[in-house]
């Protein structure tokens, strides 16, 4: 998001003391507020104070991995950016959770029964490098909650075969997910006059659980599963461009959003002062075609979307359309706020796991990869590293890929064909698929021998870096 | 749209008076306006004054077909519905146009140079005949001036053959139809306190033009290509059940448009004051999954959109989410306008001719028709019919459909194995695409033998009813 969000940044830092009423009546010195969380990389890595400096070097851009294996060997891999801001703006989380139900026997013992599931996400901040952190210390506790919320309802559909039961399933989890995007995205707000400005973040999140992979994507992030040298996308990028649609009806529909300087008309060429009277070309918010109107004053204001592919932009000012935080965010020039057009919603994917080999995996990565890269030569890179190697294989292809997309310092970063590499913060999971599907066989053979009973009491737990927090309830 | 608009109706009836403030001040006696347009069965059919009395007869129910061939003997047939209403409110035209422009030749003669296009629309009346009758009587004079407004693009994308000219003629010719539709609409908002109260009527358009079918939609009538047993369908249909996103987000964005009574929250099943404090799953507008939460006082509210499939509908009041007019319908019992969730945005498809026999067909209908067949069916009908009938075939086609889902009266009105038949009022166009190929063929082969000159001078007219008006200008 390097480019894209040069003028974000200014956006946000010169409108964060402008339009930051406190909603509460009480005025805070934003400069004086502490962070909600400390900077630092990822738990998993294992990094030492000295060595999360060392992480930062924007002359080496070291390529860090896990000081110990992730759950199946997951592979992970991330280099900071070319100098763009201080620290690397990108997070990156794992958690492994069950949710849980103790059973009685017809013999009156207390059996357990546990459904497991493992959590991926990375957050691309921009504007700072709090709303990243916020949600990689955050969101998994929220999901978990909403996926404990949808426990009974879940359990009913696994266990009751007659029903249709993985496409209610599906809404279930789908559910859980939006409404805990949403949550995150308003503990943001909430929390924007207790802490420090936190900027925002895009977020990409897996969910494996069940024998199903979900893929909930809300920003420019990008996951792709490959298997061979083929990819299959399982997110979209939310950019203005991809979401001019969704963006211009919205500001149609509430025209005060666009103050007396932006439009949700188009046009085919920018209209000038000087070409008042003529005929030009234009299409309104709901219009898929073009069509023909005199030019008006009130056709000299800017579009809400300009420019095209990258160098898209909501109001001139941001260039991902989804995620977290942002809730200070201004167009600079014209003072207007820029979150209503704004969304945290993810779109959720969903696909069976059906993998035979070791070698289907899912791709997760930020931008920083994507804007040098396409999906088919990540596959092409992952299939030849997962060959390559035996040992630690998937993070040998999650290294790989970082490698690849960070290129080497000459004059500049450049890829090895003397392109320019990519300067951003690049962050990248590769999971191995097999390892789930597996699990989700032996979790069905486990339930077909098992007697659930009406009664029963619930447990369910996450993983937090070892540590196991418990919640216990009767039903 | 029988059982679907009976509270329509009920409601734009009551509501009329109550909520027609008019805009200038003055207020009009609505009851004592004339209609823009005297009710009338379609020119085309031919018909006397003591005809269109005998076709609205609801025990015989007529079928009426064209007294002159249409044009490439397309087919058309109607009857009236069983009683719903006094009179048929659909309504259906079709017209012949030409885009022209006169070129000087090398020598200095004159070359006149023609785009031909026709057009066929159907509308199908609610809460009285007005809005139909306006559609049928004004919408393609509009749809003209849209087409020579574009008509100089459309010709540069026609004649300069190194342009990528089919993909940007659609986009000039989808925005033709769009912006038509818009103004349609606007002239029946503007004609409001003038004429008689019009009510709603849905659209459905097709567009024949330099070898392309474009289908324009905006209601649940339904065009469909049918190719022998095959068919491809050319619309969708545009219901609260399928509008269930547009109409709430559009109800989430904008909460002052529910009033006190709806909510934008829609829930697995309708709350209960009982129920209050327990946990309920639910999902917000933007969300495809189900979540939970503790049931409030504001969850009893009532969900903007209610009912599923055929008895889907918005505020409890109508089964039609696209169309024109409406401007005056309000929620029965709420007293909130129904229009903000009514669009007269139509869905355009586009289709490349490519026929090679006469069996190829567009056949669009109101839902009288597709009330009680499918298009697998009405493909089957349509195959068998052109089969076995020679002479007037398309319309002899036309005739089987409406004879169809009209069934026979013998207690009710039944179909031939004694299911319920259709009680609504039914009409339906047959329209073979053969001819339409051939006729761009021969264009494109003139085309070829023309020298385009810059100086030219455009003239283009439409064909109404055989009197030809035309507008010359020069550019």
Chains 1, 2 share one sequence.
């Not at 500001?251 to 007396?260: D, I, R, S, T, Y």
Request: charged share 25%.
């Amino acid at each position: 998001m390097l480019n894209r969000l040069k003028s974000a940044v200014i956006g946000a830092v010169s409108g964060l003391e402008a339009t930051n009423g406190a909603t509460d009546g009480v005025q805070y010195n934003k400069a004086t507020l502490a962070p909600k969380f400390p900077y630092g990389r990822p738990h998993f890595l294992g990094l030492g104070d000295d060595e999360v400096q060392m992480s930062a070097d924007h002359k080496l851009r070291p390529i860090i991995h896990p000081s110990k294996p992730l759950p199946y060997n997951t592979g992970y891999a991330e280099c900071v950016n070319a100098g763009k801001s201080r620290w690397n703006e990108d997070q990156a989380v794992y958690r492994q959770g069950v949710l849980s139900k103790l059973t009685q026997t017809d013999v009156g013992n207390i059996q357990k029964f546990s459904i497991p599931y493992t959590y991926y996400g990375i957050f691309d901040g921009h504007a700072g490098v709090g709303a990243a952190l916020c949600a990689a210390n955050q969101l998994h506790h929220i999901i978990h909650e909403k996926l404990v919320d949808a426990q009974d309802d879940i359990w009913i559909h696994f266990t009751e075969k007659h029903l249709p039961t993985t496409k209610h399933r599906d809404l279930l989890i789908i559910g859980a997910l939006e409404s805990a995007f949403r949550e995150m995205d308003q503990l943001l707000l909430e929390d924007r006059n207790k802490y420090q400005a936190a900027g925002g973040c895009t977020a990409i999140v897996s969910l494996l659980i069940l024998g199903k992979l979900y893929v909930a994507n809300a920003g420019d992030s990008r996951g792709i599963i490959c298997r061979g040298e083929k990819f299959v996308p399982m997110s979209m990028d939310f950019t203005p461009e991809n979401e001019r649609d969704r963006i211009r009806r919205l500001a149609q529909e509430q025209p005060a959003l666009l103050g007396k300087e932006f439009t949700c008309k188009e046009y085919l060429s920018q209209p000038r002062a000087g070409d008042l009277g003529k005929t030009v070309m234009f299409r309104d918010a709901y219009m898929k075609g073009w069509a023909y109107k005199t030019l008006q004053p009130e056709d000299l204001k800017v579009s809400v979307i300009t420019g095209h592919g990258k160098r898209s932009r909501v109001m001139g000012t941001i260039g991902v359309t989804r995620g977290f935080g942002d809730h200070d965010l201004i167009a600079v020039y014209q003072k207007l706020p820029i979150k209503p057009f704004l969304s945290s919603h993810p779109e959720v994917q969903v696909h069976s796991l059906l993998p035979t080999e070791n070698n289907e995996v899912l791709v997760m990565a930020t931008d920083g990869l994507w804007d040098v890269m396409d999906g088919a030569k990540a596959a092409e890179i992952i299939a030849k590293s997962l060959t390559a190697f035996e040992d630690k294989k998937f993070v040998s292809a999650a290294t790989c890929l970082v490698g690849y997309a960070r290129g080497s310092l000459n004059n500049s970063w450049q890829l090895k064909g003397g392109k320019p590499a990519s300067c951003d913060d690049i962050s990248v999971f590769v999971i191995p698929l097999l390892p789930y599907k597996l699990e989700y066989e032996e979790l069905l053979q486990k339930c077909s021998s098992t007697d659930f009973k009406d009664s029963c009491i619930e447990v369910s737990h996450v993983e937090e870096n070892g540590e196991v927090e418990e919640e216990v309830s009767e039903c």
